[in-house]
């Protein structure tokens, strides 16, 4: 079959790098395809600055069309350095690897490429309506950018998502050469401002200032910009006013606007990039914030599967389902790491008391992307530095340094946090639970907590978790503590809760939800609402149950000093009943317990007292918390960390830093690490240890969230039951012997990483001379006038 016979006739819309490189590959493919590109700026319009491109994407743009790889990489600024200035100090990693161009020239070499294959590229016309051209050709692929009119006129069909944040920034140039990509944070009197810049040329850099709604404002910003102008016209008075601010970084050069005025950006998402036989390519489709640099990357990428995709599927349907199918994962990948960098940026004022090397660390390896051993491999020395910095040891992964909670030492800072079970039906500590905390006591981490234990019996979240309200449950914790403490001397912990609404549930089934019991008991909350539509409502609790709900927890804390724990844990999160106080999507009382925050914590903290009297000097005491709902309306930052301020003044030694499970109808934004941004705010705001938990599940990341001062300890939970050794496995892996884990002794043989296939295989040597290893570090230095690139 032909590939010309899927979309013979196609019109794109847009005659950027995107649409014009979705040309030229769909023509090479299929030289009988008519392929008419629509463009309402004129052939010679200049706009944009630089664009930086991804080795993954050099090497398919080499195998795609070698022709236009050799144009672009001829005229490539490249460097592998990062620079990070800030407090006055710069901070440099090597070995990252960049190439930059001018989007000025890459849109010249693919408009030439498209001339080449006889493309017919339409500039000064702009493209008719998109419902006349879907009627006139076979496929119409809009290229349109962010502010896309083909996404706007058929908004049923791709159901666009548009995120705007609040930070405003401002796209140059500059005719300072750069040699690195180059972060600026600065602190001035009306907050921070900084820049993202990175050479891609012999004669200009690419320098986007950007700062807080909060901060942009009180620098004068905002009075400037509403000063009218036309379209196309830059914002000229911000323009001075930045190239003062940041005079000291241009070194006498000039800041070059191009239509440049103080914009927002917009993260766009769509629920389909397809409406019959119109297809989003780009921008259009999807956006990923400037900082980690990935617009121009994504388009080109978008061209490449899209022009495939319609060579390898028999229609056109089938073409642009495998399109979207092949595209969206690589697509939400990205998104969510620029996300992150995206909130990193947005929230620079957390992070501006660091030391120069830990904030430098933290920049980098904001996006969760690149990690602790990324760097490492990148920079052994760069790392190395920061490790010093900080208290650690070159080859001392982070992960293995101690710490010091009340009067507790923990050899490291790995905690395997409250798994529950799902094993008591008798509410005793079953020989399951047994069995589970002696192997993770014995699986290296610092401290391991015992989960979801209840202070009386209708505090309990299912009919099969364990309680400590009796006698005989605390001579049975007692025996289950001896028992790990025969084998193991990691601390051991207990969580202690009250479900409150979410009780009386069976075991929770595959999708993590327990049903409402038949039989259940009285459930009790601060106001009579059901966890969802199918759970019962519960009471709203009064005074006196609630003063016994006070005395439960006081005398389960006695009961867990007399069975031996080291460690105890309160539960106010997770939509139990102490967290269902705190939140006012479930606290909708207006007595002395209900309406304004200071209420709301009026019962955890009367808890938290009456548990820190009970629970013995020097043991800590930790509070674990909820701190966003992820839900309208629900508990603000602002509000999580007066909570952890006033929890931090009632007693609690540490807070664990989850979020969400407090209402049916939340929408956390599930990922790797996505939790860990709360730990390191409250960890900021109120100088207590925090414990970062949610989808940690790697060692690479649990060194890079401590390192980069996020949190204090790191609790991984999922991937302990995948692997109750994981601590060990972590030293084993990197070679790791020393005080920061403990390999039981009838375990020791095993404390080396088994060889695997190949293991003693040793390679011969096949090259007569061997090539020298890249360097590290590596800057843009502009050729020569008259040398070739290779000099």
Same mark, same amino acid.
């Given at each position: ?55 993954? @994407?050099?090497?398919?743009? $080499?195998? %795609? /069309?070698?022709?236009?790889? +050799? ?5 490539? *600024? !490249?460097? #592998? ?124 850099? @690419?320098?986007?200032?950007? $700062?807080? %709604? /909060?901060?942009?404002?009180? +620098? ?5 910009? *509403? !000063?009218? #102008? ?129 904030? $430098? ?14 760097? !490492? ?415």
């Amino acid at each position: 079959m032909s590939p010309g016979r899927v979309a013979a006739r196609i019109a794109v819309i847009g005659a950027g790098p995107g649409g014009l490189y979705f040309a030229a590959l769909a023509k090479q493919l299929a030289p009988d395809r008519e392929l008419t590109v629509f463009e309402r700026d004129a052939r010679e319009a200049e706009s944009g600055f630089g664009v930086v491109f991804s080795d993954e @994407t050099l090497d398919g743009i $080499a195998r %795609a /069309d070698p022709r236009v790889f +050799a144009a672009i990489s001829a005229e490539f *600024a !490249r460097w #592998s350095d990062i620079d990070v200035r800030y407090a006055g100090e710069v901070r440099t990693s090597g070995g990252h690897g960049f190439a930059a161009l001018d989007r000025n020239r890459l849109r010249a070499i693919l408009r030439q490429r498209c001339a080449e294959l006889a493309v017919d590229v339409r500039y000064r016309t702009p493209a008719p309506p998109v419902d006349r051209l879907a009627a006139e050709y076979d496929l119409v692929v809009a290229a349109d950018g962010i502010h896309s009119g083909t996404r706007a006129a058929h908004p049923e069909s791709f159901r666009p998502d548009l995120d705007q944040r609040h930070c405003r920034y401002m796209w140059l140039a500059t005719d300072k050469v750069f040699e690195a990509f180059t972060f600026i944070v600065e602190q001035y009197d009306f907050g921070v401002l900084q820049v993202h810049a990175y050479p891609y040329s012999a004669t200009r850099s @690419t320098f986007i200032v950007e $700062a807080a %709604a /909060d901060a942009w404002r009180r +620098a004068g910003f905002e009075t400037l910009a *509403a !000063r009218e #102008s036309a379209r196309g016209e830059s914002d000229l008075a911000s323009v001075r006013r930045c190239a003062e601010l940041l005079a000291g970084h241009l070194d006498g050069h000039r800041l070059i606007p191009d239509a440049s005025r103080w914009i927002r950006f917009t993260t766009v998402r769509n629920a389909s990039w397809r409406h019959r036989n119109v297809v989003l390519l780009g921008d259009a489709a999807h956006s990923a914030h400037f900082s980690i640099g990935s617009g121009t990357k994504l388009a080109l990428e978008d061209a490449l599967a899209l022009a495939a995709a319609l060579s390898e599927h028999p229609t056109l349907d089938e073409a642009l389902a495998g399109y979207e199918a092949e595209r969206r994962p690589v697509v939400e990948s990205t998104q969510r790491a620029a996300q992150a960098s995206l909130e990193w940026f947005e929230t620079i004022g957390r992070r501006t008391g660091q030391d120069v090397d830990r904030f $430098a660390f933290n920049l980098l390896t904001r996006s969760r992307r690149v990690t602790y051993g990324n760097l !490492r491999a990148r920079d052994p020395a760069f790392v190395d530095a920061v490790d010093t910095a900080f208290g650690g040891s070159p080859g001392v992964p982070p992960m293995f340094r101690p710490l010091k909670l009340g009067a507790l030492e923990l050899r490291n800072r790995i905690v395997v946090p409250p798994l529950a079970t799902f094993t008591s039906p008798d509410a005793l500590p079953s020989g399951f639970d047994r069995a589970q905390l002696t192997g993770h006591a014995l699986g290296g981490a610092g401290l391991v907590i015992a989960g979801m234990t209840a202070v009386g019996p209708e505090g309990r979240a299912t009919d099969r978790c364990p309680g400590l309200w009796t006698d005989h449950q605390e001579a049975a914790w007692r025996r289950l503590v001896d028992a790990v403490r025969a084998v193991s001397d990691t601390p051991v912990g207990i969580q202690l809760t009250h479900a409150g609404r979410r009780g009386a549930t069976a075991v929770p089934g595959p999708d993590g939800i327990g049903r409402p019991l038949a039989e259940g008991w009285p459930l009790l909350a601060p106001s009579a609402l059901p966890w969802d539509a199918g759970s019962p409502v519960p009471h709203e609790a009064n005074d006196v149950q609630l003063a016994a709900v006070t005395a439960d927890f006081a005398a389960s804390a006695e009961r867990a000093a007399r069975a031996g724990f080291d460690v105890l844990e309160l539960q106010f999160g997770h939509g139990h009943l102490l967290s269902s106080f705190l939140s006012p999507l479930t606290n909708r009382r207006t007595d002395r317990y209900g309406g304004p925050l200071a209420h709301r914590l009026r019962l955890p903290l009367e808890v938290l007292t009456a548990v820190r009297a009970a629970w013995p000097a020097g043991r800590p005491l930790l509070v674990r918390i909820s701190a966003s709902d992820w839900a309208p309306g629900g508990t603000t930052e602002e509000e999580a960390v007066a909570i952890c301020r006033a929890l931090a003044g009632a007693g609690a030694d540490a807070l664990d830093v989850s979020t969400g499970e407090v209402v049916a109808h939340q929408r956390p934004p599930y990922g790797r690490g996505y939790q860990t941004p709360f730990a390191e705010l409250v960890r900021t705001a109120t100088g207590l240890p925090t414990i970062a938990v949610g989808a940690i599940s790697g060692f690479d990341d649990a060194d890079s969230v401590l390192l980069a001062g996020r949190a204090d300890l790191v609790a991984v939970g999922r991937a302990q039951l995948y692997d109750p050794l994981w601590t060990l496995h972590a030293a084993a892996e990197r070679g790791y012997t020393g005080p920061g884990v403990r390999w039981p002794e009838p375990w020791r043989a095993g404390s080396r990483k088994p060889p695997g296939p190949n293991a003693d295989r040793v390679a011969p040597r096949l090259r007569l001379l061997r090539e020298p290893p890249a360097p590290v570090h590596r800057r843009w230095s502009p050729p020569r006038p008259g040398a070739t690139p290779e000099e």
